[in-house]
């Protein structure tokens, strides 16, 4: 699971830096596997404006540019076409580390003329796959400034670990849920965080914006999408958007996107797999006009098979739940979006998908298909699922403010299964079975702040977002990994002569010894 820190203060409000992240994420069991600052390879490079820019006396097709970056102005050979005078772009100095080619940047001589560093295009600085001109800056955007940090790059990036348990950490909300009950932080509201991705233009106008977690008003009738697989997918919710323009996702949603190595594609796309990293909520994006009838969640029928969005062809068996209509199969559910549906740069009409599928059943089909996925990653562990209406009201609101278009009706199939029981808890426990003594009201104030509702007599039920929370004993590591594993003391277990308890005896063999002596 990856995201930035700034990503993480959207949900959580706090000062701390990166390393007092990292501290907090494993003092409460979620372990950092690596923490790193994509801005940092670029510090070297500058804000700089092309003064002028001549022909190269001895290349067609090289440019031979004075640039300020701040100082005195340099000579730079330039082969971008679109290298002019006026331009302000990102300068390399000689001695600076390219990232997106390797190169270590020095004074060189090109065609018998002296070149003192180098005006970047987006792939050379890592930033992206644009490499037919340099990057092209604001007019008014600051020469000489340090590039990273006026665009916004010096942004940790966190590589966390999350164990198959912990399904409701597989988005950004729920660490930052996690943080704030250890301390770190507030959580933010959600519908405070959704609202402040609104564009200013729609933001200032009140009519035309709903509240950010509402259904999306629509007009006529909802898109004929159901179920006929309950075992396999309980729920699903569809609305469709008509009139959309599928160009470019906003700056922002893009470069945290490719800050933790996911692809920008297109704003559709990238809203679906933007929701999935922020809240841990999958969903899909279908193209209308490749829909043939009704929508259907259904078990895949013998000799089916479904070319996938990674261009493979897979095999269905009728224990695997798919997603077809009356031609052909469309998804592999949970898994993977099929090739034929997908959303594309013409696409002006979609339905929006959002379904709770049975986390056995996507990973048996993964691994039978040796398929992985964000998705199936997710949907194995189980997401929430009382999450289906305001994660569908979420995307859709997202595509109308950045794509445009009008919504329909939603349609909702089968129900969700909210399985959450009351358990007895005995705060006691939190002594004798974690090692560490908290207070009752301290443990009452952990429970709640991590979703729980704890009653005065001590009942108490996880929130749906945590199918893991299975009895006391789970409550406990809660309540311990909250407070703090570091706080509980290392204590050895009492050697106790004979079988009846304390550390078991060694076992090697005389011939174990023998052999670990002579090693």
């Given amino acids: 699971m990856k995201f930035t820190l700034s990503w993480l203060k959207d949900h959580l409000g706090t000062d701390a830096d990166a390393g007092a ?38 290349a067609d097709k090289l440019q031979v540019l004075s640039v300020d970056a701040g100082e005195d102005p ?22 600076a580390h390219v990232p997106g080619s ?20 987006a792939r050379e600085l890592g930033l992206g796959e644009e490499h037919d001109g340099i990057v092209e800056l604001p007019a008014d955007a600051p020469v000489g400034a340090v590039y990273p940090a006026w665009a916004g790059l010096d942004d940790p990036v966190f590589d966390v670990s999350v164990t198959p348990n912990r399904q409701d950490c597989m988005g950004v909300r729920g660490i930052a849920r996690d943080l704030a009950a250890a301390g770190l932080g507030t959580l933010r509201p959600l519908e405070e965080v959704v609202a402040s991705r609104i564009p200013p233009r729609i933001r200032a106008a009140p009519a035309k914006a709903p509240p950010p977690l509402a259904e999306a008003p629509g007009t006529g009738a909802g898109p004929l999408v159901r179920t006929e697989d309950p075992v396999g997918c309980p729920a699903v919710l569809a609305q469709a958007v008509s009139g959309v323009t599928n160009g470019p996702s906003p700056e922002w949603m893009r470069r945290r996107l490719a800050a933790i190595g996911q692809k920008p594609i297109g704003a559709l796309v990238d809203i679906t797999n933007y929701l999935m990293i922020d809240l841990g909520r999958p969903l899909h994006v279908y193209d209308r006009a490749t829909l043939a009838g009704p929508l259907v969640v259904r078990r895949a029928r013998a000799g089916e098979s479904v070319v996938a969005l990674n261009g493979r062809r897979y095999a269905l068996t009728p224990q695997m739940t798919v997603i077809a209509d009356d031609r052909e199969v469309h998804d592999i559910a949970g898994i993977m ?50 999450f289906l209406d305001e994660g569908l009201a979420i995307a859709t609101r997202l595509v109308l403010d950045l794509c445009g278009g009008t919504a329909g009706a939603v349609t909702r199939s089968g129900e969700a299964p909210l399985r959450t029981r009351a358990h007895a808890y005995d705060p006691a426990l939190a002594g004798t079975l974690g090692g560490l003594a908290v207070a009752p009201e301290r443990q009452r104030a952990i429970l709640e702040s991590l979703g729980f509702a704890v009653t005065e007599d001590w009942r108490v039920t996880p929130p749906t977002w945590r199918r893991d929370i299975d009895g006391p004993a789970d409550l406990v590591e809660e309540v311990i990994r909250i407070e703090g594993l570091d706080k509980v003391a290392a204590v050895p277990l009492p050697r106790v002569a004979g079988d009846d308890g304390g550390v078991a005896r060694p076992t090697a063999t005389p011939e174990q010894k023998r052999e670990r002596r002579t090693r």
């Fill in 102 to 121: 390797g190169v270590t940047l020095k004074v060189t001589v090109i065609r018998a003329v002296e070149s003192w560093g180098m005006m970047c295009s």
């Fill in 74 to 95: 340099v000579q730079v050979v330039c082969g971008a076409p679109n290298a002019r005078a006026g331009l302000v772009g990102v300068f390399g100095p000689p001695g």
């Fill in 337 to 386: 979006g099929g090739e034929r549906s997908g959303v594309r740069d013409a696409t002006s009409d979609v339905l929006i998908e959002c379904a709770w599928f049975e986390p056995e059943g996507i990973a048996r089909t993964g691994q039978a298909l040796a398929l992985a996925s964000d998705a199936r990653t997710r949907f194995e562990r189980g997401v929430d699922p009382a």
């Fill in 21 to 58: 992240v990292a501290d907090a994420l494993t003092r409460i069991g979620l372990e950092v596997e690596g923490v790193h600052n994509p801005g940092a390879a670029l510090s070297a490079f500058r804000l700089a404006r092309v003064l002028t820019a001549a022909p190269h006396p001895g």
